[in-house]
């Protein structure tokens, strides 16, 4: 078995100890690799359900992403484990839109206010906790009103920090395609939010 | 002072652009509309950084025997894709060999004295003691066709293929059909 410690940069802690799990894993032990799942079944399903936005269908989407990188763990060729496994996440999350498309179901679901996950270290004020509820359901509104693709570009451009290029590769679609669906898909947000825009001044 | 009417005509995709990082248009120094667009769309990404998402609905990890489970031969995950959303195989390739196969039988059940053509294709005639069908009768005069494959194949005592293709077809998909339905039950997918 490859020894993924001799071909990468142990530097960064963070990746260290991903590594450390990954080549656990690969060796059979199950612990290991649910370490990582631990570690990283949140912001996985943070991304999916940004591009999905379907609790459940998200939650599928990573899990089946968690089952692909079980099954291919003798592929990992080092570097970064989170990335790899975002582009897995990414694929799985694509393949569900194209389900949604073959096999329409309900449109999404509205999310009750529970549902909501505020992100570590938001405030604690419970006015600007209700402000940020609020922004997040517009905004989560209307993100899944515009078309799968441009949700999908606008989520890995300006959540994920992705690059045009590292989009295009990832979506396997040109550079100027990408650029072209980031642009409609904010002028569609925009034109979908112009009525609610002062909730987000101020 | 800008026409404010003319911002109908200003370029939208480019201030979007801008905010990727593109070139600045002019238009956002000279019209109150496109500013403000540029404005909204930089809030509108700020906003979906700081969006909340939902929670995620249960734990992902893996059990011992979903380990297993994915840890099995090729042939075995192979079945367990079939019947899945991420199947989009199978389906078409099933309808498409059982289609083909019942319009086989179809056209071997038609007797051979019908003619087959639509209104706009010439009827069959009859040339150095053959049928050529679909020839139009100015052809006729200057080409001499051959005569159609399956009158040879008569003519040597060979089979028609075709009853026999059809019903290669129509087996293999209805035993596409069935794969599908066996690995959905094996694999419990809904």
């Given amino acids: 078995m490859e020894d993924l410690r001799s071909t990468t940069v142990p530097d960064d802690p963070v990746q260290r100890r991903d590594l450390i799990l990954i080549e656990r894993a690969r060796s059979g032990d199950l612990d290991a690799f649910n370490d990582l799942v631990i570690l990283y079944q949140d912001s996985l399903f943070a991304l999916v359900v940004r591009m999905v936005p379907d609790r459940d269908q998200a939650s599928d989407a990573v899990q089946e992403a968690f089952f692909s990188a079980y099954r291919n763990l003798t592929s990992f060729r080092g570097g970064s484990v989170k990335s790899w496994l975002n582009r897995i ?84 679609v040109s550079l100027g395609t990408v650029k072209s669906r980031i642009h409609r898909g904010r002028l569609a947000l925009r034109d979908l939010m112009s009525d609610r825009m002062e909730l987000f001044r101020g | 002072m800008a026409d404010h009417g003319s911002h109908a005509r200003h370029d939208r995709f480019a201030i979007a652009d801008a905010i990727g990082g593109g070139a600045l248009p002019a238009t956002i120094g000279t019209c109150p509309a496109c500013r403000a667009l540029h404005l909204d769309l930089l809030t509108l990404q700020g906003a979906v950084r ?48 059982t289609g083909l196969g019942l319009a086989g039988l179809l056209l071997t059940a038609v007797p051979a004295g019908l ?35 399956t009158d040879i194949r008569e003519e040597a005592g060979l089979p028609n293929p075709l009853p026999g293709l059809s019903i290669g077809l129509l087996t293999i998909g209805a035993a596409l059909f069935t794969l599908r339905r066996v690995a959905r039950r094996v694999e419990g997918v809904r």
Avoid at chain 1, 113 to 125: I, K, N, Y
Avoid at chain 1, 136 to 160: F, G, H, K, W
Avoid at chain 2, 57 to 84: E, K, N, P
């Fill in chain 2, 115 to 149: 003619p087959m053509g639509t209104a706009g294709a010439a009827a069959p005639v009859e040339l150095n003691g053959a049928y050529v069908a679909g020839a139009s009768t100015a052809s006729m005069s200057t080409i001499p066709a051959p005569a159609p494959a």
């Fill in chain 2, 50 to 97: 700081a969006a909340w998402v939902p929670r995620r609905t249960r734990d992902l990890r893996l059990t011992l025997a979903v380990a297993s489970r994915l840890q099995r031969r090729h042939w075995r995950r192979l079945l367990g894709m079939i019947g899945t959303p991420r199947d989009a195989l199978s389906r078409p390739l099933a309808l498409s060999f």
């Fill in chain 1, 89 to 172: 996440c990414v694929n799985a999350a694509m393949d569900t839109q194209r389900a949604r498309k073959r096999r329409p179901v309900q449109p999404y679901p509205e999310l009750e206010d529970e549902a909501w996950q505020p992100r570590a270290g938001d405030e604690v004020d419970p006015e600007r906790i209700a402000v940020q509820a609020e922004r997040s359901r517009a905004i989560a509104a209307a993100m899944s009103q515009i078309t799968d693709d441009q949700r999908t570009a606008i989520v890995l451009y300006d959540v994920e920090g992705y690059d045009y290029s590292e989009i295009a590769e990832m979506t396997g």
